[in-house]
């Protein structure tokens, strides 16, 4: 951990659910003393299970805001409104405001805290749970560089963190925050053929699954570009290229294209107040 993070700062988790409990987790993990770290639920059964299983401090909304140096907002996008409401009165300037609420932007934030607090929005998705995750984080107006190395430190914990202009956002809502499900759908309907073909379910899973992961670790590791490790399954003649002909027959990367663009769009709808 960097000194901001590791020295005697507070930290503060707001609406601790299962995203803002990985988070939790991996910076224990990563040498966070869990006595400068405080959370808050709605229900305080669950922040007191939480107490208990990390070691860190139950608190209330108001006492977290008036104690922690960065407080992570990680309550769903619907609830914002009322717990800015609350905690306002409290947070002073001085304190970093991270938002990991899908959609509202930084300039929100800023309207309703004391002029001039930081505010850096982050957008994790759900591989954070297995260390995995891929975080996108954005700074607003009044964020320094090191407000955003804070929050690099704090989402690095449970995966890599990006850092973009908050015009793109939306798009990588579109492309990692929704991510995840693009690839279960594709496992789904993979394991579907291998049914098809003849496979118990279990085994086309298993050879699905673990292809999934062999593939994504060459991406990460190799450098190569996806097209040249892709030529290198594809033998001239042979079973892979007649695949991937049934698959551009189809469309298919026509409609990867169009469903992420409406991914985008939405994004955009739900970040200025659509339903």
């Not at 922040?47 to 990390?54: D, K, Q, S, T």
């Not at 401090?57 to 409104?81: H, R, Y």
């Amino acid at each position: 951990m960097g000194a901001s993070a590791a020295h005697g700062q507070k930290i503060a988790f707001l609406g601790t659910g299962k995203i803002g409990e990985a988070l939790l987790s991996g910076l224990l993990r990563a040498g966070k003393d869990p006595a400068d770290v405080l959370v808050t639920a709605r229900r305080p059964e669950r922040a007191a299970e939480l107490a208990a299983r990390y070691g860190v401090v139950a608190a209330s909304n108001a006492e977290a805001a008036k104690l922690a140096d960065t407080l992570i907002l990680a309550v769903k996008p619907q609830d914002m409104g009322t717990l800015l409401e609350e905690l306002a009165p409290h947070v002073g300037a001085d304190r970093l405001v991270i938002s990991a609420a899908a959609g509202i932007p930084t300039a929100w934030f800023e309207e309703r805290l004391a002029a001039g607090t930081p505010v850096v929005r982050v957008m994790p998705n759900t591989p954070v749970l297995v260390d995995e995750g891929m975080s996108v984080i954005s700074g607003g107006s009044h964020a320094t560089e090191e407000h955003l190395e804070r929050a690099e430190e704090i989402f690095s914990s449970v995966g890599k963190a990006l850092r973009l202009p908050e015009a793109q956002q939306d798009a990588a809502t579109a492309l990692s925050g929704s991510g995840p499900a693009y690839f279960y759908f594709l496992v789904e309907a993979m394991t579907d053929a291998g049914i098809l073909l003849g496979l118990p379910r279990q085994v086309a899973h298993d050879l699905i699954v673990q292809s999934a992961i062999g593939a994504s670790v060459m991406l990460r590791d190799s450098g190569e570009h996806p097209v040249k490790l892709r030529e290198a399954v594809t033998s001239p003649a042979g079973t892979t290229i007649a695949a991937i002909r049934e698959l551009e027959n189809h469309g298919v990367r026509a409609a990867l294209l169009g469903a992420l663009e409406a991914a985008r769009d939405r994004s955009r709808e739900l970040a200025s107040g659509g339903r």
